[in-house]
């Protein structure tokens, strides 16, 4: 198969590197001001202007009409330079699901300003009791009057903080066990009933727990009632993405790493001279390529078949979790006890990678789901 870009492709690769080159690195980035709630940063209005927030949805919503491989570049290179920016989690999942299925006047009070860089959103779907599985939901959503009544809880809702909206899944009881239907919410900030707990997460990015007590929403806060299908392919689109941004990371690591061992002398000779050292940074450099072809094949697979695609999907993360975790325990090892230190530049990307493995259903979770399928198969 071929693998090369397109003219349209490099010149995107070219600019989001340069773009990134821009960026503080992050151990700097701890100087930089706080941006009030609900505000944008300057780089977000960035990525607004060069079309890079229109580039993952279709035309017919007003996107661009990018492709798996366009967003893998984009993720990539955001990686490489561990951007802070919620492009994931503030854009690309939220903003999938709006596409997927939100009606004209829910699309221009939400998805439009989004793309224009107006706002971010968020997605609250992970529950204490459900582990990674989306479907396994015990917030529920009830009839109340014109419009619902939810109840519950939701864990590690990222960008929440800055949200002008969260999407919330809940489940509508039906008349019957088997009934029960997976329903989307749209609930703004400071929503009577709705309690909110920040705090930063081990690479630093803001999260938030929600609990939602007898709050009450109007018939248009719903998304859809039966949501279930567009949240498996929007996930999909996630996770491919998710594994793009961490082998740039990787690739980042790697980079430090080997840099870092040409510098540093013992002896008086590099460390990049010894045998021992150079196998090391060849397993490195083999985990970051094999990771590297399961996101091209996770970039490939979004228009598969549900049943192909997800099980693609899943091999991908899964892999690249555990090659993720290995690129960053090696590198943190091979810069010695300062690979620890804050001011070192290549522990910030060991926390990114080591928090990647846990973000959309760790290693072990996806590696079940593979076993479950060739079980059925």
Not at 304 to 328: L, M, N, T
Request: aromatic share 6%; proline share 5%; charged share 20%.
């Amino acid at each position: 198969m071929d693998f090369s870009y397109s003219d349209e492709q490099r010149m995107l690769a070219e600019t989001l590197e340069r773009l990134v080159a821009d960026q503080p690195a992050p151990e700097r980035r701890a100087s930089q001001p706080d941006l009030a709630a609900g505000q944008c940063s300057p780089l977000w209005h960035t990525f607004a202007e060069l079309g890079l927030l229109h580039m993952p949805f279709d035309e017919s919503v007003g996107g661009l009409g990018g492709d798996g491989t366009d967003l893998m570049i984009t993720m990539q290179a955001l990686g490489h330079g561990l951007v802070p920016e919620p492009y994931l989690a503030g854009l690309l999942l939220p903003g999938d699901l709006l596409a997927r299925l939100a009606d004209a006047d829910q699309r221009a009070r939400w998805l439009t300003p989004l793309l224009e860089g107006e706002h971010q959103l968020a997605l609250a779907w992970q529950e204490s009791s459900a582990r990674y599985d989306i479907h396994a939901i015990a917030t529920s959503a009830q009839r109340h009057g014109n419009g619902w009544r939810l109840d519950g809880s939701k864990q590690l809702v990222m960008g929440a903080d800055a949200a002008a909206a969260i999407l919330v899944t809940a489940r509508i009881a039906g008349e019957h066990p088997d009934a029960d239907r997976l329903g989307i919410f749209l609930i703004p900030p400071g929503t009577p009933g709705l309690t909110r707990s920040d705090y930063r997460t081990m690479d630093g990015q803001p999260a938030s727990d929600l609990i939602l007590e007898s709050v009450t929403l109007d018939g248009q806060a719903c998304l859809s009632e039966n949501a279930a299908a567009a949240l498996d392919a929007t996930f999909a689109v996630g996770i491919a993405a998710l594994c793009a941004q961490a082998v740039g990371a990787m690739q980042s690591s790697c980079e430090q790493t080997l840099a870092f061992l040409k510098e540093r002398r013992q002896f008086g000779t590099p460390l990049s001279t010894f045998q021992t050292l150079q196998h090391r940074m060849v397993d490195m450099h083999l985990h970051l390529e094999q990771a590297r072809s399961m996101a091209i094949l996770a970039a490939t697979s979004l228009d598969r078949p549900a049943p192909e695609r997800d099980y693609r999907i899943a091999a991908a993360k899964a892999y690249c979790g555990e090659a993720a975790r290995f690129v960053a325990e090696q590198a943190i090892q091979l810069h010695g006890a300062m690979g620890m230190t804050e001011e070192c530049l290549v522990s910030h990307y060991a926390k990114h990678l080591v928090m990647f493995d846990h973000y959309l259903g760790d290693s072990d979770y996806h590696l079940e789901y593979v076993s479950e399928h060739l079980s059925a198969a």
